[in-house]
């Protein structure tokens, strides 16, 4: 956020006509309403817009394990024949490194020599970023069936076919076996325009799978996270994580769910699955690559566990058709928060984590109410008596209503427009407090793509401030989706958070509006009254009760500035210089794109009037957190 007097000077310029009639915000100081829930922000992800595979996730090679979505096959690998060279690649269904990985690359050579090789290329995710100076590490599995020579490695720009990195590995054995190496770049210019190239200078046959490439990630973790990204997310201060979804839990089908004991231990152990969004995954984010995640941003583990609905309708019984879905739940949930003296914890600490992980929160399934067999009461009790006798300090949340037994929490899905957030910012005012807790697990103002634009921005602010003035009932709360790869076919489902392509990415209007709700939370409720004739003008106020600051948050969704007379009653001493941070658009179609990613970002002024009673004016289309000292 920068230091400005930009929005000061444009109040100053506005003809008294483009001001509505002023507002009137009453907060009573003196007696907090209730508790703000600690855990309130979050993340919701899944597999989806190429969220992890050609996003978060670092690997840079596309189709490393040679699988077209449900069968074996070459999308993304591109024959290489090099001067003279004669040569064929195929998959081959027959052999593979392991059990999980049971196919293969061929690579046949019939004519190949020192200046005339032969092999194959990569494409990448939408091209295979490089930049200066930079180490990349990457492995594949490999065997032989004579003598190939060795095997050249090199990154290639695709515009001047100059090798940019170049690595040799020694001829091939004819076993299957593990090759790892670095490529490191030199003074280049940072681009995507690359594809990675495997060859040989020999003829004869070798097979090849799980080819990896990785640049640097996130805290240099070995098969780790994008930094970009991974700094973009901490910014948005989440205080917790829930995966692995979404639909991407449940699978279009019971087979194709995310079936979490098949994404753990080494890669090549690991099968991939096929995703509900038309694409499939490499599971190189398995189970122990999401809690790593929430380590490495200091959030709680939300864990959605598979309850036996996938998304064509297949459902599984409760019962003893059930049974053996209840045993995968709890056996997951000691691999997450169980000693190493326990079967799945030892299994953790087998890959390389032995301390357990904090749970808190466990949700059963995922949007239930698809489910047209009327079978999630039955499943979730049977969930619900199993995970309570084993871990009876969990918290269990139902994905909706449920009456045989009472949850702990409710998730509720919110996907609309700005004006119908506008219309319902009272919408949990009036819940009975004696009910369940409510987790808002999935919600977005869907205007403008890939990402949100400004109107969207000022939809889900003013949705935030009805969260935020009933934290005590609502425990979290997510955006989604997350993420989106703005490439040509990189996404399924608009309005997304944060975009990016291969070497860069941005966030959203949105994204902004929800770092700035985050970071600037109270720890108590106050009550507040707003009384305005401007029907989008949207408030919520916390206290910090540790720095004694009154943090009052104003969402201004007219096209005209207003003014709004705030009275601080019960306030002893107001400091008169406080904080503003201002997130604002000319136009709610306004908005950040790929190459033009800071159109819209927050702007941070100082007001010099803050007394018990003052005047202060919101510009039009603007979202503004006011950060008062108090006594």
């Given at each position: ?12 310029a ?73 040569a ?93 190496f ?11 325009t690359?594809?990675?190239?495997i ?37 948005m ?56 995640w ?8 939300l ?11 297949e ?13 995968d ?14 079967r ?9 984590h ?14 239930d ?14 969930f ?9 300090q ?19 899905h ?105 970071e ?58 406080a ?7 000319k ?5 950040n ?37 108090v006594?």
């Amino acid at each position: 956020m920068r230091l400005s007097s930009l929005a000061t000077l444009l109040l100053a310029a506005m003809p008294a006509a483009l001001i509505a009639q002023t507002a009137t915000l009453t907060i009573d100081t003196s007696t907090p309403k209730a508790h703000v829930s600690p855990s309130l922000y979050g993340l919701m992800t899944e597999e989806i817009n190429y969220s992890y595979d050609g996003g978060l996730y670092a690997e840079l090679l596309n189709n490393r394990t040679f699988e077209n979505n449900r069968y074996p096959g070459l999308a993304h690998w591109t024959l290489v024949q090099n001067g003279d060279a004669r040569a064929t690649i195929t998959p081959d269904k027959t052999t593979g490194p392991s059990e999980a990985l049971a196919h293969s690359l061929k690579l046949t050579v019939t004519e190949a020599d020192a200046h005339s090789s032969a092999g194959f290329l990569n494409d990448g995710y939408w091209g295979i970023p490089l930049r200066a100076n930079t180490v990349y590490h990457s492995s594949f599995y490999a065997k032989s069936d004579g003598n190939l020579g060795p095997v050249t490695i090199r990154l290639v720009n695709d515009n001047t076919g100059a090798a940019e990195a170049t690595a040799t590995v020694a001829a091939l054995t004819s076993d299957w076996k593990q090759y790892s190496f670095t490529l490191k770049t030199g003074a280049i210019a940072a681009s995507s325009t690359n594809h990675f190239e495997i060859t040989v200078a020999h003829p004869g046959t070798a097979w090849f799978s799980l080819v990896s490439l990785f640049p640097p990630t996130y805290r240099n973790t070995p098969n780790g996270n994008r930094i970009d990204i991974m700094e973009k997310l901490a910014a948005m201060h989440p205080a917790f994580l829930r995966f692995p979804g979404g639909n991407y839990l449940e699978g279009d089908t019971i087979a194709e769910r995310f079936d979490w004991k098949k994404t753990i231990g080494p890669l090549v152990d690991r099968p991939t699955h096929m995703s509900p969004w038309r694409y499939r995954s490499t599971d190189g984010m398995g189970l122990l690559e999401f809690l790593e995640w929430c380590e490495d941003l200091h959030m709680q583990p939300l864990l959605a566990v598979y309850a036996g609905y996938s998304l064509r309708g297949e459902h599984v019984n409760p019962g003893a058709d059930l049974e053996p879905y209840v045993q995968d739940a709890l056996d997951e949930i000691e691999y997450v928060t169980g000693p190493t003296s326990s079967r799945w914890g030892a299994e953790r600490a087998k890959d390389g984590h032995p301390a357990p992980f904090h749970l808190s929160y466990v949700e059963i399934g995922n949007e239930d109410w698809f489910d047209r067999s009327g079978s999630y009461e039955g499943r979730y009790a049977q969930f619900s008596k199993a995970i309570k006798a084993q871990y009876p300090q969990l918290q269990l949340i139902a994905t909706m209503p449920v009456k045989s037994v009472k949850p702990d929490v409710v998730d509720d899905h919110f996907y609309r427009s700005a004006q119908q957030f506008f219309e319902d910012v009272h919408h949990y005012d009036a819940i009975d407090r004696n009910g369940p807790k409510i987790f808002v697990g999935e919600w977005a103002t869907r205007e403008g793509g890939p990402t949100t634009n400004f109107g969207a921005a000022l939809g889900d602010a003013a949705w935030m401030t009805g969260m935020e003035r009933n934290s005590d009932l609502i425990v979290m709360a997510s955006y989604a989706p997350l993420f989106v790869n703005v490439n040509p076919g990189g996404m399924q489902w608009s309005s997304d958070l944060i975009g990016y392509d291969a070497l860069h990415s941005y966030g959203s209007p949105s994204y902004y509006a929800q770092s700035m709700f985050a970071e600037h939370l109270g720890d108590e409720i106050l009550n507040a009254k707003l009384d305005a004739s401007n029907p989008r003008l949207f408030q919520s106020v916390t206290y910090d009760s540790k720095r004694h600051h009154v943090i009052i948050k104003l969402v201004n969704a007219s096209s005209a500035a207003q003014a709004v007379t705030i009275k601080l009653d019960g306030a002893k001493h107001v400091q008169p210089k406080a904080t503003v941070v201002t997130l604002a658009g000319k136009s709610t179609q306004e908005t950040n794109s790929i190459t033009d990613p800071t159109r819209v970002t927050p702007v941070t002024t100082a007001i010099t009037n803050a007394a018990a009673t003052f005047t202060h004016t919101v510009p039009r289309y603007a979202i503004q957190v006011l950060d008062l000292t108090v006594e």
